[in-house]
């Protein structure tokens, strides 16, 4: 079992994904995860990929979110996630 620790910080919009990135600390050293902007649209409400709309839907969602990539370094033992929509469909 990892320890993991999300910042809590605003994540930093990526445009050449488009997505948001998180940092983040898996057993006590520094980790990212990024969420695409496929993802908090078709999951979580983004009304387009423009940063202003990502953040909003992030926010609302964080804790999904969270719980999704925490699942997901648990399985991968990662260093850098990315939480794409399909990683959503069953899990939120």
Do not use: W
């Not at 998180?22 to 940063?51: M, N, Q, W």
């Not at 202003?52 to 699942?71: C, H, K, T, Y």
Request: a negative charge.
């Amino acid at each position: 079992m990892h320890t993991i620790d999300f910042s809590g910080e605003t994540p930093d919009y990526c445009p050449t994904g488009p997505s948001l990135r998180c940092a983040v600390k898996v057993d006590g050293t520094p980790a990212t995860y990024e969420i695409t902007a496929e993802a908090l649209e078709d999951h979580f409400g983004a009304r387009s990929y423009r940063s202003e709309d990502l953040l909003p839907a992030f926010m609302s969602n964080r804790q999904d979110i969270e719980r999704v990539a925490g699942a997901l370094f648990e399985m991968t033992g990662a260093r850098h996630i990315v939480l794409h929509s399909g990683h959503f469909r069953f899990a939120v």
